[in-house]
């Protein structure tokens, strides 16, 4: 009797889990991706401007005929930015010990993206 309990029991499971199945692919369609349509073309490149901690206007055409790198980021960030940063530096110092740095001087560019709060 124990043993026939104990199979109705897992039969009553098993079928609870292939209801539950049944019910998350009729709500959820196996190609939803498919339907996700796009909108518009990201507008990557060409000219920008910005200001500088200066207060004077920065752009693309203070750049010219260099190679740069920009960072947006927060000065008042503890967690992230610091490794980022830390990351970022290695990563420049490290082309710029190449064979191939003699070739190009690689600027880098902090973006702030509070500039209320970076403001020290």
Not at 64 to 86: K, Q, R, V
Request: charged fraction near 25%; charge should be positive.
């Amino acid at each position: 009797m124990l043993i026939i309990s104990a199979l109705a029991l897992a039969l009553a499971y098993a079928y609870m889990e292939i209801q539950v199945i049944r019910v998350q692919k009729k709500k959820k369609p196996e190609n939803a991706l498919a339907k996700i349509t796009g909108v518009g073309k990201a507008q990557i490149g060409g000219d920008w401007k910005l200001i500088g901690t200066d207060g004077k206007p920065f752009s693309n055409k203070d750049l010219e005929g260099t190679y740069y790198l920009i960072y947006f980021g927060f000065t008042h960030c503890p967690d992230i930015c610091p490794n980022s940063l830390t990351k970022l530096s290695k990563a420049v110092a490290r082309v710029k010990k190449s064979k191939e740095a003699n070739f190009f001087n690689l600027k880098t560019i902090f973006v702030s993206v509070d500039p209320d709060r970076d403001n020290s």
